[in-house]
C-alpha cells in the first residue's frame, strides 16, 4: 500500500504524477525530451538506458513499463531480456553498448563512471551529446525508480497492464494527457 | 554584488559568469568527461550551458521543489537536497544547496559543516530529523524506506505532503548529484566559494540560467 493516499486507478508513477502536479510538469517536460525529443539516439536505444537503470534499481513498475514500450519500438522483447542478463550479448551497436554500461554505472554512483568507460563510448563513436543524454537519462530513472518506490506505489502483477502502459508511452510520449486520467477509472471497474 | 528578486535585466550571459568563482583556479581540478562550452563554469551550471534543451526542466524542478509551495520551508528543504548529496559524495551538490540552507537559516557558509557533524549546532525539529531520516533511505533504495520509517515521521508531526516532498526532494537529488558526477565536472572545494551562490539559489531562484532563445545569443 501506498505511504500517502493515491488515486487507485493510477498506479506507479502516474498517480504521483497527478497526486503533485506542479512538480510532476518540469518532469514531464524533462521526460518528454530526453526520451522523445530529437536526439541521435532514437527512441528505442532511449527506452533501453531507462530499461536498464530501472532494472538494476530493482523497480518493478518502471522495469515493466519500459521494457513494453522498448519492446513495442524495437518489434519484439528479445533485445530487453538479453540485456537485463549481459549488455555484451545485447543485439545493438558497439556504441550503445558502451552507453548501457555507462548508465549501469550511473545507476551504483555517478563517481562509478570513468575516465575508461566514457573514453571507450567515444572509440566507438558515441558524441559528447550523446554520452551527456545517457548519463541524464540514467540519474533520471534513478529519481523515477526511488519516486515510485519509496513512495511504495503499487505495481500490478498483470502482465497485460504494463502492455497498455507501454502503448500509452510509444503513442502519447511522457506529456500529461491533455483529458488527464478519469478515463481509466472505468477499465478498473468489474462489468 | 547581489542579484535582487525582480532584477531582470541583466542579460542572460552576465547571469552566467556570476556562478563563475571568483578566485577560480587558472587550471581546472580535472576536466568534465564532456566537452563544454566553458570549463570554468563548475557543476551543473557548466552542463546547463552545454544542453539549454534540459536546463529549463532541470531549473524549473530545482524552483518547485525547493522553493516552491510546501508544507515545508525552503531551509528545510535545502537542508535536505544537502544532506542526500552529501551521502552521494556530490561535493558541488553539498555545500552549494548547504550554503543556500544557510542563507535562508540566516546562518553563516561555515556552518554547512554542521551537516557533515550531525546537526549538533543547526535546530533541527523532530519532525525534520524523521524527515531527513527518510531521505537517508531514498539515498540508498527506494524499496529502503520502511513502514516504520514513515510512521515514526508521522508520529513527529509530518503529514502526506511533508512525506510526499521529503521522498521527491531525496530522489531528484540523486539525479542532480549523479548528473553532475557522472560527468566529472569540477567543483571549487571551500565553504566560502559558495556563498554568494547559494544566497543567489536561496533568494533569486534557480530559473536564471539562460534557456533556449538565450543560448543562441550567446
Keep these: 500500500m501506498p505511504h500517502i493516499p493515491l488515486p487507485e486507478h493510477l498506479p506507479g508513477i502516474t498517480g504521483l504524477l497527478e497526486y ?4 510532476a510538469e518540469p518532469i514531464r517536460q524533462l521526460t518528454q525530451f530526453i526520451l522523445r525529443g ?3 539516439l ?4 532511449r527506452e533501453l538506458i531507462a530499461t536498464v537503470v530501472s532494472h538494476h534499481n530493482e523497480c518493478r513498475f518502471c522495469t515493466a513499463a519500459h521494457t513494453a514500450a522498448a519492446d513495442l519500438l524495437l518489434g519484439e ?3 530487453c531480456a538479453i540485456m537485463k542478463q549481459d549488455i555484451d550479448a545485447t543485439p545493438v551497436s558497439d556504441k550503445m553498448k558502451a552507453l548501457l554500461k555507462i548508465a549501469a554505472q550511473v545507476q551504483q554512483s555517478g563517481k562509478a563512471v570513468t575516465a575508461e568507460s566514457v573514453a571507450h563510448a567515444k572509440a566507438q563513436g558515441a558524441t559528447d551529446t550523446e554520452i551527456h543524454d545517457t548519463v541524464l537519462i540514467a540519474g533520471l530513472f534513478c ?4 519516486y515510485v518506490d519509496g513512495m511504495a506505489t503499487v505495481a500490478p502483477a498483470d502482465p497485460q497492464f504494463y502492455t497498455g502502459l507501454g502503448q500509452r ?3 502519447h510520449g511522457y506529456n500529461r494527457l491533455p483529458n488527464g486520467y478519469d478515463h481509466l477509472k472505468k477499465q478498473n471497474r468489474p462489468s | 554584488m547581489h542579484t535582487m528578486p525582480g532584477c531582470t535585466f541583466t542579460s542572460a550571459a552576465a547571469r552566467m559568469q556570476e556562478e563563475r568563482p571568483i578566485h577560480s583556479p587558472e587550471i581546472f581540478p580535472q576536466m568534465a568527461h564532456i566537452t563544454l562550452p566553458d570549463e570554468s563554469l563548475p557543476g551543473i551550471v557548466g552542463l546547463f550551458n552545454f544542453r539549454p534543451e534540459t536546463a529549463g526542466p532541470l531549473q524549473l524542478l530545482a524552483e518547485t521543489l525547493l522553493r516552491g509551495e ?3 520551508t525552503s531551509g528545510e528543504r535545502e537542508l535536505i537536497a544537502s544532506y542526500v548529496s552529501l551521502l552521494n559524495d556530490t561535493h558541488f551538490c553539498h555545500t552549494s544547496h548547504g550554503s543556500a540552507a544557510m542563507a535562508h537559516l540566516g546562518h553563516d557558509v561555515s556552518l554547512i559543516d554542521d551537516i557533515k557533524n550531525g546537526f549538533q549546532v543547526i535546530e533541527v525539529s523532530p519532525k525534520l530529523r524523521a524527515l531527513l531520516n527518510i531521505a537517508a533511505k531514498v539515498q540508498k533504495s527506494g524499496k529502503a524506506v520502511t513502514d516504520e520509517d514513515i510512521a515514526a515521521a508521522r508520529a513527529e508531526g509530518a503529514g502526506d505532503k511533508e512525506i510526499h516532498d521529503t521522498v521527491l526532494i531525496a530522489a531528484a537529488f540523486c539525479m542532480f548529484n ?7 565536472t569540477w567543483a571549487p572545494q571551500e565553504n566560502e566559494a559558495y556563498r554568494e551562490m547559494g544566497q543567489r539559489m536561496a533568494f533569486t531562484g534557480y530559473v536564471r540560467f539562460p534557456i533556449k532563445q538565450d543560448a543562441v545569443e550567446v
Design chain 1, 42 to 45: 532514437t527512441p528505442a536505444e
Design chain 1, 77 to 79: 522483447n528479445e533485445t
Design chain 1, 143 to 146: 529519481l523515477y525508480n526511488r
Design chain 1, 38 to 40: 530529437e536526439n541521435s
Design chain 2, 70 to 72: 510546501s508544507p515545508l
Design chain 2, 178 to 184: 549523479r548528473y553532475v558526477d557522472g560527468l566529472g
Design chain 1, 20 to 23: 503533485s502536479q506542479l512538480t
Design chain 1, 169 to 171: 508511452l510509444v503513442e
